[in-house]
């Protein structure tokens, strides 16, 4: 792999065996790319696309847990809010009239 990925049929080679072979698709999900002798972006497309292809589960649960990670980045703040206004006066006395 390392030596014949200069050329674009070399490439698309590689492509096509990553997507037929599961042990060129480990090769390349497992190797760093500066073995690969490939650019970051490359390595990261392809081993992305392994991945996907060869453990559908495991590509969406990692997906899933991006997707987590997004959706809780303002968590701390809304939970500090939460606590400080336990201990706003403005919005203790405000509770306390509401009471029946």
Not at 8 to 16: D, G, R, T, Y
Not at 29 to 52: C, F, I, R, W
Request: glycine share 8%; no cysteine; hydrophobic share 40%.
């Amino acid at each position: 792999m390392r030596d014949n990925k200069g050329t674009p049929e070399s490439l698309a080679s590689i492509n096509e065996g990553y997507r037929d072979s599961l042990p060129i698709a480990a090769a390349i999900y497992h190797s760093p790319a500066q073995l690969l002798n490939m650019s970051k972006d490359v390595h990261t497309m392809m081993a992305g696309k392994a991945a996907e292809l060869w453990a559908p589960k495991g590509w969406d649960m990692l997906n899933e847990g991006l997707n987590v990670g997004k959706a809780v980045k303002g968590y701390d703040a809304v939970i500090g809010d939460i606590y400080s206004s336990y201990f706003n006066e403005e919005v203790v006395a405000e509770a306390e009239a509401s009471q029946v």
